[in-house]
């Protein structure tokens, strides 16, 4: 809108802060649920639940306080019902009600699945500061230039309490809980790598391996210095996933054989004999199994890690994209630069925007390739396991 971009400073209207710039967090958040609860259900890091911690219940006061909020600002939208906030802004805090509950929710079940920190709630917590900023900024504005009634100063506390709220959330959600997992050691009295045991942030940005790389710097580092591999990252777990696809697979493929035999006597048992009298026989030599075992196994690979093959495609996908988007940004900042008549706003979002794009690529290929690093790791030991399974059979039956 050019009554937008043509202004000194960027406003938004009202009817546009409190609707769809509202909606966009609360929209990313149910797109990216069924993903996550799906990721959650396929964990292959066995643990016990967490413990009821400080920090969770911070955090399930803080969103209590946050509907609390909502239903306040639902029934002062209710009571001042004019045709200029009508059912949409109604709306707003209705959907906020609904998606706080099933955060509620979620945080329990994160709980139990043994999740350190959450990255949805990350990303949505820091999609709503967003999103409530230029409510702040506006308030702010008409408050200090004197207009003042009632209606505002109510708006005006909403707004404050419902900001507090959304970035002490997203704050607690800037750490990981803690639990006694993340400090157990195996026999050799080694820990176990943290990374699974640390906070959102921490994991995007490898800050976990930071003590590691200095001990290298200070040291030459030895097998003692190394976290050991939890439980589900070991070879033998790769090869036992491993060898039940491949198990699972056999025997569904002799019944199918078994059920194309049984058919195809049944049919032989009801034809007459004396038709195939006069053919010649000939001899059918069976198929080699080396390349049936071959595909089953590259197949069995497959199916065990198709998971993390998909999410890391999606991240090379997503990175694209960005990728794409970045020499456009940089078009519209030079196109700035030659146009005299713009606003001065509009190139500090442009250079912003490009930054974030600039972080998002980065974040994004580096976790590509530390997804595609890890199945590679475990493609190799599930090989390598296997191999010596069958070399350790072939030795003992001969020997």
Not at 214 to 239: F, N
């Amino acid at each position: 809108d050019k009554n937008v971009t043509n202004l000194p400073y960027p406003y938004l209207t009202e009817c546009f802060r409190s609707t769809i710039l509202q909606w966009v967090p609360i929209s990313i958040f149910w797109l990216i649920l069924p993903l996550w609860l799906y990721i959650l259900n396929k964990r292959q890091l066995k643990s016990q639940a967490l413990v009821v911690s400080l920090l969770l219940i911070i955090k399930m006061i803080l969103a209590c306080l946050f509907i609390l909020i909502q239903i306040f600002r639902l029934v002062h939208y209710v009571v001042l019902w004019t045709d200029e906030k009508g059912l949409a802004y109604v709306l707003t805090s209705i959907l906020y009600i609904i998606t706080i509950s099933f955060i509620l929710w979620l945080m329990n079940y994160d709980r139990l699945k043994s999740v350190f920190s959450s990255g949805l709630l990350f990303i949505f917590w820091l999609l709503v500061c967003l999103a409530i900023l230029p409510d702040i900024i506006d308030y702010s504005v008409k408050f200090y230039q004197q207009i003042k009634s009632i209606s505002l100063w109510i708006e005006f506390i909403i707004v404050w309490f419902q900001f507090l709220f959304a970035f002490g959330l997203f704050i607690t959600n800037c750490f990981a809980e803690k639990y006694i997992i993340a400090h157990q050691t195996t026999l050799d009295e080694r820990p176990i790598v943290p990374e699974f045991h640390e906070s959102f942030l921490s994991r995007i940005s490898y800050s976990w391996a930071t003590p590691l790389i200095l001990r290298g710097y200070k040291k030459p580092l030895t097998e003692k210095d190394c976290w050991d591999l939890p439980i589900s990252e070991r070879t033998a777990a790769v090869v036992h996933q491993v060898r039940n696809y491949m198990k699972g697979w056999t025997s569904c493929e002799k019944n199918s054989i078994n059920n194309i035999k049984l058919s195809y006597s049944n049919q032989a048992e009801d034809e007459h004999q004396n038709l195939l009298d006069n053919v010649p026989m000939v001899d059918v030599k069976k198929s080699s199994s080396k390349s049936k075992e071959t595909s089953i196994f590259w197949y069995a690979l497959f199916c065990t890690y198709k998971d993390k093959l998909f999410i890391g495609g999606f991240l090379k996908f997503l990175h694209d994209i960005i990728q794409f988007s970045g020499p456009m940004i940089l078009k519209l900042l030079l196109n700035f630069f030659t146009d005299s008549t713009k606003p001065k706003w509009l190139g500090i979002f442009y250079a912003i925007l490009l930054s974030i794009t600039v972080f998002c690529h980065i974040i994004l290929l580096r976790a590509y390739f530390h997804q595609q690093f890890l199945i590679g790791l475990r493609f190799r030991s599930a090989v390598t396991g296997l191999v010596y399974r069958k070399v350790s059979y072939l030795m003992f039956y001969f020997s």
